[in-house]
């Protein structure tokens, strides 16, 4: 069984968990109040295993079943022995890097609530476009319109970050651009050579 089965499974479990039993999901659930006030740290992580609905739930899974599997290949390739725990150091950081913004911006907003592995998807999706920038993506909705993978990320973090500054969605779009930031960084710091794909 892959490590990104295994993630998903742990998802799968836990959000369903959480759907039939409220209590418990807003004990798990990303509240920066709760972490300052109770110090409540393990929030940090547990809110990537909760989703807020059905459907976010399965968007997210086939995001990682998709890529996570072809992440752990580029993983093994480059990184031989320490393919495994660089993964989970990916998927890890992804969930603490994209959790920076919403905690900085409601240390004091008890009404703030955030769910969900879109940090950790969004940090594996970029670890495969850096490893594999002219790879074919087809667009969810555009199933007839190929793009490189270096396109779709650049489209893709423009979006996100429009959509972050305009404050008018209830998605936490910040997780989802410093994910695929940290994913890029952090596959590239562990195999600075990738960057050189991008060069002329």
Not at 17 to 29: G, P, Q, S
Not at 62 to 85: I, N, Q, R, T
């Amino acid at each position: 069984m892959t490590l990104s089965l295994i993630l998903l499974l742990a998802n799968v479990l836990v959000s369903i968990t959480c759907f039939r039993n409220r209590e418990l999901f807003f004990k798990l659930d990303f509240q920066p109040y709760m972490i300052v006030q109770n110090k409540q740290w393990y929030r940090f992580i547990s809110h990537a295993f909760v989703h807020a609905d059905g459907f976010h739930l399965v968007v997210n899974m086939y995001v990682l079943y998709a890529f996570g599997k072809l992440v752990e290949s580029g993983f093994a390739k480059h990184f031989g022995d320490m393919a495994v725990p660089y993964f989970v150091l990916l998927y890890v950081g992804g969930i603490l890097f994209s959790a920076i913004p919403g905690y900085a911006r409601n240390r004091e907003n008890y009404n703030y609530h955030g769910v969900g592995a879109s940090g950790a998807v969004s940090a594996i999706v970029f670890a495969f476009i850096l490893m594999e920038p002219f790879a074919p993506l087809t667009l969810v909705f555009l199933p007839f319109f190929g793009l490189d993978a270096w396109m779709f990320g650049g489209l893709y973090l423009v979006y996100e970050i429009y959509m972050d500054r305009n404050r008018q969605s209830p998605i936490a779009h910040s997780a989802h651009y410093f994910g695929a930031i940290f994913g890029i960084v952090f596959t590239a710091a562990m195999k600075p050579e990738l960057i050189l794909q991008y060069l002329p």
